[in-house]
């Protein structure tokens, strides 16, 4: 029997005991594309000697998985409630704060971060990951939807065979925006771009656990460094000196908006956005720049904002 790839569900729950395994259902199931799983084993050498040259089974040890996935960049249908990837920001080191009726706010988060059961429903096949955390990543590109690229890493890993859902799956029907009309600055500079990326570099490792089967207690975030790239387009300097910024350190706001329908706007903003790199480039015969940046903070745990409202 083959298994289609286009018939996958992917479905996330937050974890009451920390590393260990929810039971899934349908009202766990969301909306997501390129669904990769990689399991990760590590096998013990058996470095016997004998008369033979040949060698001895290996000894399974300590064992983890990584499930990435992405998903479109939209809020919830009702205003001032959580969308359905806010559990999997919050496990990516992102609080939430919902203002019923307002707004949901998402902003790093150096403790309380929640752990992940997730599990992706492959035709037949579940495979399924616990005691996760994960990074995410966020691509803007010009005229296109906003995605979310989520890599979590689990403590333990299972592969079954087993039913998708059926019945009692509701996935949000808000669209995701496209990359226009999105009232951009940078440093207080309306620069034209046709492409931004934000990566929050969450540094995640395994607790050790002898006392677990899989020798892991659960996956933990450690440390974080978010960077944006951008592509504007070259201008004089006294335009706007962005070598000149790159020089003297500067830190400058970043904001943008996506969306006008209620429920389904995005406000992205960055108060601390430095430049730390700048590269020469050509968009369709047009001088850019490639600029990397680091969002630091400002009094801590505010380098970047995420609000839907």
Not at 114 to 135: E, H, P
Request: charged share 20%; proline share 4%; aromatic share 6%.
């Amino acid at each position: 029997m083959a298994l289609i790839e286009a018939k996958t569900q992917i479905a996330a729950k937050v974890e009451s005991v920390e590393g260990t395994a929810e039971t899934l259902s349908a009202s766990d199931a969301f909306l997501a594309a390129n669904v990769k799983f990689t399991p990760n084993l590590a096998m013990g050498e058996r470095k016997n000697v004998s008369a033979s040259l040949s060698p001895w089974a290996p000894i399974p040890g300590v064992r983890s998985a990584k499930l990435e996935f992405d998903v479109e960049l939209k809020g919830s249908v009702t205003k001032g409630t959580a969308p359905a990837l806010g559990k999997l920001l919050k496990a990516c080191g992102l609080g939430e704060t919902v203002v019923s009726g307002t707004s949901v706010t998402y902003a790093p988060a150096s403790s309380s971060i929640s752990s992940l059961t997730l599990a992706a429903y492959q035709d037949g096949v579940i495979k399924n990951i616990w005691g996760a955390r994960g990074n995410v990543s966020l691509k803007l590109e010009n005229g296109a939807p906003g995605w979310l690229h989520f890599e979590f890493t689990g403590s333990d890993f299972s592969v079954t065979d087993g039913a998708m859902f059926t019945s009692g799956v509701t996935y949000e029907s808000t669209k995701p925006p496209a990359f226009l009309s999105a009232t951009l600055t940078i440093d207080s500079y309306s620069a034209l771009i046709g492409l931004l990326e934000v990566n929050m570099n969450n540094e995640v490792n395994l607790r050790k656990d002898v006392n677990s089967q899989s020798g892991y207690k659960s996956a933990l975030i450690t440390n974080r460094k978010p960077t944006m790239t951008i592509d504007p387009e070259q201008v004089l300097a006294a335009t706007y000196d962005f070598y000149g910024k790159l020089r003297s350190g500067n830190e400058g706001s970043l904001s943008l908006v996506l969306g006008s329908a209620t429920g389904n706007i995005c406000t992205i903003t960055a108060s601390k956005v430095q430049y730390t790199g700048i590269s020469d480039d050509v968009r369709d015969g047009i001088r850019v720049l490639g600029i990397t940046c680091q969002l630091n903070r400002s009094s801590g745990d505010d380098e970047i904002s995420i609000v839907f409202t």
